[in-house]
């Protein structure tokens, strides 16, 4: 009997120990999460935007805590002597100043950042662009990257909600979306003059870019069918081999317009949607490379 005791807990203290160290690793990245807060808090200045705090960027322990690639953090001396230009918090700010909810959808955050960091290895020409800016959220982390590139980049948007002309079938149920997005604060969130806010009706707005721009990077993050479908018909040939096209909302089951125009643009291409973890259902293609 007594033998047969000794075997069960043998059994058992495996799984337990195994718990509690999940535990410990999990309060270490929360102790480390607060402690990037804290230092990114105590930087700013008395006189900056109250908004910019990250207070609400700390999570929980637990399935939402998700931990930063490790080249922005304990690696990042590495990472900038070999020319990276991301700088998380800093860049995170205006993620999260106008949207808090977004301090939970670091998967998307840091996904930006990453791709901007292959776009900076593999010294891709071409500029940037957003359809479906919004409070300029994701704009903000993109046009920081663009600017210490030297590139442009171009921000396309009613700034008064869903056009009217866009709202056919299924998709009248979304009328009056995002009514109030404002042009004030998406400028006050991306400053600079390499920022081109093209305000209107896509793809009439995009009379106003370049004949002969191209882009490295293209974040499409519309909604409704008829604009994602032209963004894609767009961009796409404009797009140079290499570029990231990324697309948001594809797999949050909120927007079949994304669903339908993604898959029947795709339907005939070589390249294929990469799923991206974040909170809306984010995919990504690059664009082959032309060998």
């Given at each position: 009997?007594l033998?047969?005791?000794?075997k069960?807990?043998?059994?058992?203290?495996?799984?337990?120990?195994?718990?509690?160290?999940q535990?410990?690793?999990?309060?270490?990245?929360?102790a480390?999460?607060?402690?990037?807060?804290?230092?990114?808090?105590?930087a700013?200045?008395?006189?900056?935007?109250?908004?910019?705090?990250?207070?609400?960027?700390?999570?929980?322990?637990?399935?939402?805590?998700?931990?930063?690639?490790?080249?922005?953090?304990?690696?990042?001396?590495?990472?900038?002597?070999?020319?990276?230009?991301?700088?998380?918090?800093?860049?995170?700010?205006?993620?999260?100043?106008?949207?808090?909810k977004?301090?939970?959808?670091?998967?998307?955050f840091?996904?930006?950042?990453?791709?901007?960091d292959?776009?900076v290895?593999?010294?891709?020409?071409?500029?940037m662009?957003?359809?479906?800016?919004?409070?300029?959220?994701?704009a903000?982390?993109?046009?920081?990257?663009?600017?210490r590139?030297?590139?442009?980049?171009?921000?396309?948007?009613?700034?008064e909600g869903?056009?009217?002309?866009?709202?056919?079938g299924n998709?009248v149920?979304h009328?009056g979306?995002?009514?109030?997005?404002?042009?004030?604060q998406a400028?006050?969130?991306?400053?600079?003059?390499?920022?081109?806010f093209?305000?209107g009706?896509?793809?009439?707005t995009?009379?106003?870019?370049?004949?002969?721009?191209?882009?490295?990077?293209?974040?499409?993050?519309?909604?409704?069918?008829?604009p994602?479908?032209?963004?894609?018909?767009?961009?796409?040939?404009?797009?140079v081999?290499?570029?990231?096209l990324i697309?948001h909302?594809?797999?949050?089951?909120?927007w079949?317009?994304?669903e339908?125009?993604v898959?029947?643009?795709?339907?005939?291409?070589?390249?294929?949607v990469?799923?991206?973890?974040d909170?809306?259902?984010?995919v990504?293609?690059?664009?082959?490379?032309?060998?």
């Open positions: 009997m033998r047969h005791a000794v069960q807990i043998a059994l058992i203290v495996p799984p337990v120990r195994r718990l509690f160290e535990r410990d690793v999990a309060r270490r990245e929360l480390d999460l607060k402690e990037h807060v804290e230092a990114f808090n105590a700013l200045a008395p006189s900056a935007n109250p908004d910019d705090r990250m207070a609400t960027w700390e999570l929980p322990p637990g399935p939402h805590l998700a931990g930063a690639p490790q080249r922005y953090t304990d690696n990042y001396e590495i990472y900038t002597e070999r020319g990276g230009i991301m700088r998380p918090p800093e860049d995170a700010a205006g993620f999260v100043r106008r949207t808090p977004y301090t939970y959808d670091r998967v998307r840091y996904f930006l950042c990453l791709a901007v292959l776009i290895l593999d010294k891709l020409a071409g500029d662009a957003e359809l479906g800016v919004d409070k300029a959220n994701s903000s982390v993109l046009a920081r990257a663009a600017g590139l030297g590139k442009q980049i171009y921000l396309f948007d009613t700034f869903f056009s009217e002309r866009d709202l056919v998709e149920k009328r979306g995002y009514a109030d997005t404002s042009l004030t400028k006050e969130n991306v400053p600079g003059d390499h920022v081109h093209m305000v009706y896509f793809p009439e995009a009379v106003d870019v370049p004949n002969d721009a191209q882009f490295c990077l293209v974040h499409l993050d519309c909604d409704l069918y008829k994602f479908r032209a963004a894609l018909d767009y961009f796409w040939p404009r797009l081999p290499g570029g990231f697309m909302d594809y797999t949050s089951l909120y079949e317009g994304v339908k125009a898959e029947e643009f795709f339907a005939d291409k070589v390249e294929s990469i799923p991206i973890p909170m809306s259902g984010t990504a293609v690059r664009k082959a490379k032309i060998l």
